[in-house]
């Protein structure tokens, strides 16, 4: 099965500071999710990456998928106390479309 | 337009009973997930349908576990008996076509005592 490898597992960063979360896996991506959890809360749809050196982004947020589609990285800019919560990387599984998680990357901004 | 509808928020129930969840997908979306997050295991997909067909059920930890999808607007996860270990948050999400984005709804709290 496909896992997903998620870096840093925490991460404390000042307002204002800019910050990159990794998502790495074994084996091929078939489309890459990025999906952002308040505490408590289900998961809000941030970006979705399917082409080998794709790049999107959204405000202050932008994901990227290598070229080799194993990894994808989650850069934000001028944190602001928003963009507090977990982040979750998620991949279609081969051709099937359930997707598998990674476990998460917990975001704190510091005032 | 209203997202992904999960009921209940929260459900607190004894060992041994049955639990039953409810999801209803946004309207026009043909496929349906329903996953489970612990803090041990993470977020984990359980069974998915494609046009109310189920497709994937490997992730469905038992037989203890069973999901309906009887129509294109509603789904059930049956828990059947209930165990400790069961306590979880239980996520419903659909999408229009699996490729596409998935939408999740708001999560069912389960907690069986």
């Known amino acids: 099965s496909q896992e997903l490898e998620q870096s840093p597992q925490s991460l404390i960063v000042q307002e204002g500071k800019n910050l990159t979360i990794n998502c790495t896996s074994s084996?091929?991506?078939?489309?890459l999710y990025w999906y952002k959890q308040k505490y408590g809360e289900g998961l809000i749809f941030l970006m979705m990456?399917?082409?080998?050196?794709e790049e999107k982004s959204h405000e202050k947020i932008t994901a990227k998928l290598d070229e080799k589609k194993q990894q994808s990285s989650l850069h934000i800019t001028a944190s602001q106390p928003s963009h507090a919560g977990i982040y979750l990387c998620?991949?279609?599984?081969?051709?099937?479309?359930?997707?598998?998680f990674g476990k998460g990357t917990h975001l704190i901004i510091q005032p | 337009d209203a997202g992904v509808i999960q009921s209940p928020r929260h459900e607190v129930t004894e060992m041994g009973q049955e639990v039953t969840l409810r999801c209803k997908p946004i309207?026009?979306?043909?496929?349906l997930f329903w996953y489970r997050q612990t803090m041990m295991r993470g977020l984990e997909l359980l069974i998915y349908?494609?046009?109310?067909?189920?497709?994937?059920d490997s992730g469905m930890p038992e037989d203890r576990f069973s999901a309906k999808m009887p129509n294109a607007s509603f789904s059930t996860l049956k828990i059947q008996p209930s165990e400790p270990r069961d306590s979880a948050v239980y996520f419903c999400?659909?999408?229009?076509?699996?490729?596409?984005?998935?939408?999740f709804g708001p999560g069912t709290r389960l907690t069986v005592l």
């Open positions: 998620g991949a279609r599984r081969g051709g099937a479309d359930g997707l598998t």
């Open positions: 084996k091929t991506l078939y489309g």
């Open positions: 990456l399917q082409k080998g050196g």
């Open positions: 349908f494609n046009n109310n067909v189920p497709i994937d």
């Open positions: 999400a659909s999408s229009f076509r699996g490729v596409n984005e998935q939408f």
């Open positions: 309207s026009g979306h043909n496929s």
